[in-house]
Every structure is written in structure tokens, then in C-alpha cells.
């Protein structure tokens, strides 16, 4: 099936909007780390006849970086959440709603029609999904009265990495959950792949994805119609399979038994991601050498690997302060940074945001105070002295992570 199309036939019109004309619909952007979800969200802003969208950004650091790519202005409400969403608990997400309706009744902000959640990349669907769906099935507990009655679960879109999604699926659970809750399946990338790849089809990869959720629709990010993504329609859990409505029942009663001690819906990061997921952060206020910090993503990729899973940031750089660079990186492959024409807020700092797998920070850290901050002898001497320490380091790490996810199975 060629890429040039959308690869489903075109979604419904007719949805829950009929059904709850007094409710705002509420939709989860999912996909995993680097697949494009903030593209996708500015390309959707940028049509004005959304611009009554209120948008909800989770990310899984600690230093908020997202919203600084997302479309800003009348268009859009932004609300910023660092910690990962289903680790630290669904009522984030309900005092998040209650808030913006809270700002939108009261004229501090515009009034908006939808919302959507842009989940971390590392976000799990279920306990949200649960948190937007309460009360609507036999088998959970009753939501909130008032977030029953303001909004509901419309629809949940993920993104599929064509280049990196079946590395992504294969190690990481999330990548798997992401896709099973979808009720839309969006594809990114095909454009680099058949660049890469002339042959390139994608109707053996849908055929994979069908063993994962069988329902949901497909599209191309090329030709997918974006406002037919975001138009509500109805979302039931049963018509995802048998696992995800499993999983939405283990999770109301690991929330009901954190009720009993901490707050509901919340769970250790380390066991819902596994113990190798470390998320930290760089920070410095002055510019930086735009052949330096080159140099340090690419001795950093070649060290880390797949086992950098992400890395995402804005940086101001000597030659161009008041301009600041874009840089993503999703494990092996480094894009091409973007210049902003100028700095979207107040803070001129340069942020980096490290998400890896099995990684010491420390080592990381170390290495960009040699390769940035270390005058050029210095860090030819590091070089020198500490490179094998530093990779060996990475591979203790991941030695360590493999022995652990053998044992495990």
C-alpha cells in the first residue's frame, strides 16, 4: 500500500459530540519518544478555526522544554506539567481541567471547545484513559461529578514512528500501550523512510500494527486530514481488545489500593517504566560554541546509542545569541537543529533534556563540562584520560540492565 495516501478510509463525522452537546471533548496525543507529536500539535494549531483548542503539554523531565515548541498565542491555552502523568497521579490531570474551565469562565483566559493532552512520550495511556472514562463503565469507580459533567473522552491518537517505532515497540511496554488505546494510528516519517528506502510500503508494517490493536484507524501523516484526527467521535475501551480493558482494570485497583496511603492513581515511575528509564536535565546561562555542543551530541551518540532515547533542548549559541537553536535527538538519529528567529519566553538560558535507558547521568555530565566548558588542551587531555572510563561506564550500565531484563522473563 503506498505511503501517498491516507492508508484507512476517512474517519466518521458522527460521534459523542451528539451525545454530550454540553461537554467539551478531550483528546490524549500519544506516541512514543521523537515520533512527532509536537509537529503534528503546531501544524494542527496553525489552522484558524481551532484556535478555540486548549492544550494540556506532560513532560517527562524536569525541566519543561515542550511548550517552547508548541504554537503560542490566541490559538492555543497552555497548561505545563513536568512528571511523567501516570506516574504521579490522575488528579494532575483533573485539577489541570478544572483549572483551564476555572481561567476560561473567569475571562483570564480564551474559551475553548477541546482539549488535548499531549502525553509524554513515555506516558501510559491507561490510568488517563481511566481518569477521562470513570463512571462511564461497570468495572471502574465513579469520576468526579464535575469532571463528569464538563468533559469527556473523545478520542486517543498516536503517533508511529516508521523509523524508529518497531526498535521503540520492541523494548519499551509503553510503545506497545501507546498503540493498543489508539482509536487513530498515525504514521510519521514515511517521508524519510522512503527517502531512505525507495521500496519502502507500509501495508506489512500496518499488518503488524493490526496484531496490536485491530481496531483502530490508520493514516499518513503526509495526507492525514488533521481537523478529522481531532473530531470527536465515540471512544469505547471494549472496542480495543481484551487487553487494554485488562489493563484498565489493573490499574483502577492498583489506585484504589494507593488510596489507602498515597494519592490515588499514583505509581512508582521506576515500576511503571522499569528501573534502566532516567530522565535529567543540563542548564547553563551563557552561550554556547554551536561546534562544541556538535561535537558533544555525536561523541554522546556514538557512546550511548539506542540507549539515548531522547534528547530535546533549546541552546543559545555564541554566534547567533538572540536566535535559539532547536535540537531533538531520538536515540541513533540527530536532526538537523532549527533556528527560532527569537526566544519564545523570558528565560534566554539553554535547556537540554536527557531521557535514556540504562545510562549514568553522571558520565554524561561529565562530558559535556569537558567537550563545553573546558578550554581546547583540556579537553583533548579528558579525552585522553577519561574517554574509556566514559564509555565503559555506558557499558557496565548496560550490561547491568540487560542481566536484570533476562532475569526477568
Same mark, same amino acid.
Given at each position: 500500500?503506498?505511503?501517498?495516501?491516507?492508508?484507512?478510509?476517512?474517519?466518521?463525522?458522527?460521534?459523542?459530540?451528539?451525545?454530550?452537546?454540553?461537554?467539551?471533548?478531550?483528546?490524549?496525543?500519544?506516541?512514543?519518544?521523537?515520533?512527532?507529536?509536537?509537529?503534528?500539535?503546531?501544524?494542527?494549531?496553525?489552522?484558524?478555526?481551532?484556535?478555540?483548542?486548549?492544550?494540556?503539554?506532560?513532560?517527562?523531565?524536569?525541566?519543561?522544554?515542550?511548550?517552547?515548541?508548541?504554537?503560542? &498565542?490566541?490559538?492555543?491555552?497552555?497548561?505545563?506539567?513536568?512528571?511523567?502523568?501516570?506516574?504521579?497521579?490522575?488528579?494532575?490531570?483533573?485539577?489541570?481541567?478544572?483549572?483551564?474551565?476555572?481561567?476560561?469562565?473567569?475571562?483570564?483566559?480564551?474559551?475553548?471547545?477541546?482539549?488535548?493532552?499531549?502525553?509524554?512520550?513515555?506516558?501510559?495511556?491507561?490510568?488517563?484513559?481511566?481518569?477521562?472514562?470513570?463512571?462511564?463503565?461497570?468495572?471502574?469507580?465513579?469520576?468526579?461529578?464535575?469532571?463528569?459533567?464538563?468533559?469527556?473522552?473523545?478520542?486517543?491518537?498516536?503517533?508511529?514512528?516508521?523509523?524508529?517505532?518497531?526498535?521503540?515497540?520492541?523494548?519499551?511496554? *509503553?510503545?506497545?500501550?501507546?498503540?493498543?488505546?489508539?482509536?487513530?494510528?498515525?504514521?510519521?516519517?514515511?517521508?524519510?523512510?522512503?527517502?531512505?528506502?525507495?521500496?519502502?510500503?507500509?501495508?506489512?508494517?500496518?499488518?503488524?500494527?493490526?496484531?496490536?490493536?485491530?481496531?483502530?484507524?490508520?493514516?499518513?501523516?503526509?495526507?492525514?486530514?488533521?481537523?478529522?484526527?481531532?473530531?470527536?467521535?465515540?471512544?469505547?475501551?471494549? *472496542?480495543?481488545? *481484551?487487553?487494554?480493558?485488562?489493563?484498565?482494570?489493573?490499574?483502577?485497583?492498583?489506585?484504589?489500593?494507593?488510596?489507602?496511603?498515597?494519592?490515588?492513581?499514583?505509581?512508582?515511575?521506576?515500576?511503571?517504566?522499569?528501573?534502566?528509564?532516567?530522565?535529567?536535565?543540563?542548564?547553563?546561562?551563557?552561550?554556547?560554541?554551536?561546534?562544541?555542543?556538535?561535537?558533544?551530541?555525536?561523541?554522546?551518540?556514538?557512546?550511548?546509542?539506542?540507549?539515548?532515547?531522547?534528547?530535546?533542548?533549546?541552546?543559545?549559541?555564541?554566534?547567533?545569541?538572540?536566535?535559539?537553536?532547536?535540537?531533538?535527538?531520538?536515540?541513533?538519529?540527530?536532526?538537523?537543529?532549527?533556528?527560532?528567529?527569537?526566544?519564545?519566553?523570558?528565560?534566554?538560558?539553554?535547556?537540554?533534556?536527557?531521557?535514556?535507558? &540504562?545510562?549514568?547521568? *553522571?558520565?554524561?555530565?561529565?562530558?559535556?563540562?569537558?567537550?563545553?566548558?573546558?578550554?581546547?588542551?583540556?579537553?583533548?587531555?579528558?579525552?585522553?584520560?577519561?574517554?574509556?572510563?566514559?564509555?565503559?561506564?555506558?557499558?557496565?550500565?548496560?550490561?547491568?540492565?540487560?542481566?536484570?531484563?533476562?532475569?526477568?522473563?
Amino acid at each position: 500500500m503506498s505511503t501517498s495516501a491516507a492508508t484507512d478510509q476517512p474517519a466518521t463525522k458522527t460521534g459523542p459530540d451528539m451525545l454530550f452537546p454540553d461537554r467539551i471533548p478531550v483528546f490524549l496525543l500519544s506516541g512514543f519518544l521523537g515520533s512527532g507529536k509536537s509537529t503534528l500539535l503546531n501544524a494542527f494549531l496553525n489552522d484558524p478555526a481551532v484556535r478555540d483548542t486548549a492544550i494540556i503539554i506532560n513532560e517527562f523531565g524536569d525541566v519543561p522544554v515542550d511548550h517552547l515548541l508548541v504554537r503560542q &498565542g490566541e490559538t492555543a491555552i497552555q497548561q505545563v506539567s513536568t512528571g511523567c502523568l501516570c506516574c504521579v497521579g490522575t488528579t494532575n490531570l483533573q485539577q489541570t481541567l478544572s483549572d483551564l474551565k476555572t481561567a476560561a469562565d473567569s475571562g483570564r483566559t480564551h474559551g475553548f471547545s477541546r482539549v488535548i493532552v499531549e502525553m509524554s512520550g513515555l506516558g501510559d495511556p491507561a490510568p488517563l484513559v481511566n481518569a477521562l472514562t470513570s463512571g462511564t463503565r461497570p468495572d471502574s469507580p465513579l469520576q468526579d461529578a464535575d469532571q463528569r459533567a464538563v468533559f469527556y473522552l473523545a478520542g486517543v491518537v498516536t503517533l508511529f514512528d516508521v523509523v524508529a517505532g518497531v526498535n521503540s515497540v520492541e523494548h519499551h511496554f *509503553e510503545a506497545v500501550k501507546q498503540i493498543a488505546f489508539a482509536d487513530r494510528i498515525v504514521l510519521t516519517k514515511t517521508d524519510l523512510a522512503q527517502d531512505s528506502n525507495p521500496s519502502f510500503d507500509s501495508f506489512t508494517l500496518i499488518q503488524d500494527l493490526r496484531t496490536l490493536n485491530a481496531g483502530a484507524e490508520v493514516f499518513d501523516r503526509c495526507t492525514a486530514d488533521l481537523a478529522t484526527l481531532f473530531a470527536p467521535r465515540p471512544y469505547a475501551t471494549v *472496542e480495543r481488545g *481484551e487487553d487494554v480493558v485488562g489493563w484498565l482494570a489493573l490499574e483502577s485497583a492498583l489506585a484504589q489500593d494507593s488510596g489507602h496511603g498515597a494519592m490515588p492513581g499514583t505509581v512508582n515511575p521506576a515500576a511503571r517504566h522499569g528501573t534502566g528509564i532516567r530522565t535529567f536535565s543540563l542548564v547553563r546561562d551563557f552561550p554556547l560554541s554551536g561546534d562544541r555542543l556538535q561535537r558533544f551530541l555525536t561523541l554522546l551518540q556514538g557512546s550511548a546509542g539506542q540507549r539515548l532515547l531522547r534528547v530535546k533542548g533549546i541552546v543559545a549559541t555564541a554566534d547567533a545569541p538572540n536566535e535559539p537553536m532547536i535540537i531533538h535527538a531520538v536515540q541513533h538519529v540527530l536532526s538537523a537543529p532549527v533556528r527560532l528567529p527569537a526566544w519564545p519566553d523570558a528565560d534566554r538560558r539553554t535547556r537540554l533534556v536527557f531521557i535514556t535507558d &540504562g545510562i549514568d547521568p *553522571e558520565p554524561v555530565k561529565e562530558l559535556f563540562s569537558a567537550v563545553i566548558d573546558s578550554e581546547p588542551s583540556s579537553f583533548t587531555k579528558f579525552l585522553k584520560s577519561a574517554a574509556g572510563d566514559f564509555v565503559a561506564a555506558f557499558s557496565q550500565a548496560f550490561s547491568t540492565l540487560s542481566r536484570l531484563s533476562r532475569r526477568s522473563k
